[in-house]
């Protein structure tokens, strides 16, 4: 299973753009990377993915290196409310079965 | 998308015990995840369980300590056996409704407290 390597904790300013960085230098031609997030006490909660192109979409935008071995995840205009652990995940298969494999995180604490 | 109910939302156990944690789903999925997330931690996952199959369990964790069913498409239960104070824990059921899409539906946890 590839592996994600991300900081652990990250403060930005609200209203600023949030740059998360994550590290998957292990990463195999067919694999995608997700992002998700948890805000304290609830489940993790869907962000984007991608596979090669840049994504975005209402939540955030979505930056792949050429050669995929790191992604940054935006939040282009940061708010309190998006204070929360962010997970990027790169989406393993066995056997045609799918998992996702959590990493350690990035602990994003939005400041007023 | 999917609303995940699972029960119960709390618990707190005595050592040696076992509990049965059920994750209903609103609609039918094939792939089923069992994670477990102690306090301050990731999510580690557990097990993937598919119907009509029997589950598949990530390295550390084995099917006579979380024995988990998975019975028909939209529901399944994981049981955690012989409880210690380690396995105080969140157990969080998600789902895959579509592969395609690789969007992962989260429950919101069962909060598990072995004395």
């Known amino acids: 299973d590839a592996k994600t390597t991300q900081p652990p904790s990250m403060d930005c300013a609200e209203g600023r753009a949030a740059n998360l960085p994550c590290n998957h230098s292990?990463?195999?031609?067919?694999?995608?990377v997700y992002w998700y997030r948890q805000i304290h006490s609830q489940g993790p909660q869907y962000i984007i993915h991608?596979?090669?192109n840049n994504e975005t979409n209402e939540m955030a935008s979505l930056i792949i290196t050429e050669d995929r071995k790191s992604s940054t995840l935006i939040l282009p205009h940061a708010t309190l409310r998006d204070t929360a652990v962010y997970y990027c995940i790169v989406r393993g298969s066995t056997s045609g079965t799918y998992k996702y494999i959590f990493g350690t995180g990035t602990r994003l604490k939005v400041l007023a | 998308s999917a609303v995940i109910s699972q029960k119960p939302s709390r618990d707190i156990c005595q050592r040696g015990t076992s509990l049965t944690i059920q994750c209903q789903v609103d609609?039918?999925?094939?792939?089923m995840f069992w994670y477990r997330q102690q306090p301050g931690q990731s999510l580690t996952l557990i097990a993937t369980a598919n119907q009509g199959s029997e589950a598949t369990y990530e390295s550390g964790f084995v099917i006579d300590k979380f024995p988990i069913s998975r019975p028909n498409l939209t529901f399944s239960t994981l049981t955690v056996s012989n409880m210690s104070p380690e396995d105080s824990s969140i157990y969080l059921c998600?789902?895959?409704?579509?592969?395609?899409?690789?969007?992962?539906?989260f429950g919101e946890g069962s909060r598990l407290t072995v004395l």
């Open positions: 292990t990463i195999s031609g067919n694999e995608y």
């Open positions: 991608g596979l090669k």
């Open positions: 998600s789902v895959e409704l579509h592969q395609s899409t690789g969007e992962l539906f």
């Open positions: 609609s039918q999925v094939t792939m």
